[in-house]
Structure formats: structure tokens, C-alpha cells
């Protein structure tokens, strides 16, 4: 056990040394990998921003349906227990005439005029119900159910699907789905380029060292032991990748919030992004060194393979 903890410490010792001797040729390795992390870590992050933001607007949308002062109780009850059992629906409020005025006389209280309005009249406004969906990508299943003749008949007048917010949910929607897209696109373009680039440079490396790993050959070194520093190598150009990423990340959001004095940008809220970095900035240098680790090791232990052309023991 002595042995082998002494021979994983010189293969670390051997790792980080052709390191600093191949500083230079790994430059472009480390670069192409932060820009690879940076892509992944980034998309994760405005990912859960755009996802927050739907989840904000999506409370605050609500379908209205309005209804016929002529409409029985039974009617009303069928078409609420239909509603109910529509597959998007979350929750359905029901509001009748008296509850409406009251609802609008509260909202409208500042408004003397419209009060007096109010007073002098009976009440104008329409039993409504109103419907809280589960998903707004999946609405038109509800609104298809309410273009019904039979469900048409009870209304008084069209429903209202909060126009605006739908619009704007549907765009954050839209622009999350193409960021994701885009991110796995990037991630995987810029992966497969970074394990190239470490296969060059693990080949110039080994071109460099042939002497020494002949040497090391002759003299009966073990397989594990030659490849070894190799991987230690790439494995160190994974965790400086990861830890410039996250610097440049956070140095993004300290600038987008502080300097240029912003809470938003476009659809992404820049506030919550920063925060959620901050709240999860440990575990995502974590899960950074993680992965540029797993992509150095597993680029050098597949160029090592390719190059060294020996037998694995």
C-alpha cells in the first residue's frame, strides 16, 4: 500500500512538472476549455433565470371566462367540474356578480366618479371565472374547450387570455428553448475541439519526451506509470479551466449588476442571475473542475492510447 501511494505521489509530482515545462503548448487547451465551461456553466445559469422569470409571469396569468347572467347554477357547476378536469388546468375561481362589483369597486376605489357610476346603475358586470393553467405552452388545449358551442352559448363575451403576459411568456419560452439548444450545440463544438487540441498536445508532448519514455521502458516502468503524468497534465489544464471560468462568469455578473447598474437584460433578470450564482457558486466550481477534469483525463488517456502504442497491463 506504502508502495503505490508513493508511486501515485510521483505520478502527480511528474504531472505537475510537465505542466509548467509545457505551460505554453497548453495555452490553447486551457483557453478552448474555459470557453467550453464558461458556455455549460452559463447556459445552466440563465437557463434557471428564464425559468424563474416564467414561473413569476405564469402565476400572475389567469384565463377569464364571463358569463351569462342567464346562465342556471346548474350550468355554471357542469362547466366548472368540466374545467376542473381539463389536464392543464391548476386551479379554477369562480366569482359571481355581487363578488365582481365588490372586486372591482376595490380595485377602482380611488375613482369617485366611476363610484358614483357604479351606484347609479345595476350591477353591470358578468359572473367570471377565472383559470389558473399548469403549463402556458400547452393553453390551447383549454382554449379549444372554450370555442365549443355548448361552452360558447354561456359566455357573454370572449375570454380573456391576458394577452400581453401570454406574449411575453411565449417569448421567454421561445428564447429558452433556443438557448438550450444553442448551449448543447456550443458545449459539444467547443468539447470536441478542446479533446483535439489535447490530443496535439499530449502528442507533442510524448514526441518531446520519447527519449525518457523509452528509458522508462527499458527499465520495466509500468504502463499506468508512464501514462499517468499525461493525465495529471490534462487533468490540471480541467481545474485552471474551471476556476478562470467561473472567475470570468462572476466578474460578468459583478459588471452587468454593479457597474452597469442593471436588473434586467432583455428577458434575462440580471439580479436573480446573480444571485443564483451566488447562492450555488461552490457547487458549480465543483461540478466545473469536475467536468474539466473528465474532459482533460478522458482526452489523455484516449491520446495516450492512440500514441503511446503499448499494451495496457
Not at 82 to 96: E, F, G, I, M, R
Not at 217 to 243: D, K, Q, W
Request: proline share 2%; glycine share 4%.
Amino acid at each position: 500500500m506504502k508502495r503505490r501511494l508513493i508511486t501515485f505521489g510521483r505520478i502527480i509530482q511528474t504531472g505537475v512538472l510537465n505542466f509548467m515545462r509545457n505551460v505554453g503548448i497548453a495555452a490553447a487547451a486551457i483557453a478552448v476549455m474555459v470557453v467550453t465551461l464558461t458556455i455549460l456553466l452559463m447556459s445552466v445559469v440563465i437557463n434557471s433565470t428564464f425559468s424563474n422569470t416564467i414561473a413569476q409571469i405564469t402565476s400572475k396569468i389567469d384565463i377569464s371566462v364571463y358569463l351569462k347572467d342567464s346562465d342556471s347554477q346548474t350550468q355554471v357547476n357542469k362547466l366548472l367540474s368540466d374545467l376542473k378536469a381539463l389536464p392543464n388546468t391548476q386551479s379554477v375561481q369562480y366569482l359571481n356578480k355581487q363578488q365582481v362589483l365588490a372586486q372591482y369597486e376595490q380595485q377602482n376605489a380611488g375613482n369617485q366618479q366611476l363610484q358614483l357610476a357604479i351606484n347609479e346603475t345595476s350591477n353591470p358586470l358578468p359572473a367570471t371565472i377565472h383559470i389558473k393553467t399548469k403549463n402556458l405552452n400547452e393553453i390551447a388545449g383549454i382554449k379549444s374547450f372554450l370555442v365549443k358551442p355548448d361552452i360558447a352559448a354561456l359566455q357573454s363575451n370572449p375570454p380573456s387570455y391576458s394577452g400581453s403576459l401570454e406574449k411575453a411568456i411565449n417569448n421567454i419560452t421561445h428564447a429558452t428553448n433556443i438557448l438550450r439548444e444553442l448551449g448543447v450545440i456550443a458545449v459539444i463544438v467547443f468539447a470536441v475541439i478542446c479533446a483535439l487540441i489535447i490530443f496535439n498536445t499530449i502528442q507533442m508532448a510524448i514526441f518531446n519526451r520519447r527519449d525518457e519514455i523509452q528509458i522508462m521502458r527499458l527499465l520495466g516502468a509500468s504502463t499506468s506509470y508512464i501514462r499517468g503524468p499525461f493525465v495529471v497534465e490534462s487533468a490540471i489544464y480541467g481545474i485552471l479551466a474551471a476556476v478562470a471560468s467561473i472567475l470570468i462568469i462572476n466578474f460578468l455578473f459583478v459588471t452587468a449588476s454593479s457597474t452597469l447598474q442593471a436588473t434586467t437584460l432583455g428577458l434575462l433578470n440580471i439580479g436573480y442571475a446573480n444571485n443564483y450564482f451566488d447562492d450555488h457558486f461552490w457547487l458549480f466550481l465543483t461540478m466545473q473542475i469536475v467536468i474539466g477534469i473528465m474532459i482533460g483525463a478522458v482526452s489523455a488517456t484516449i491520446a495516450t492510447r492512440r500514441y503511446l502504442k503499448f499494451k495496457i497491463k
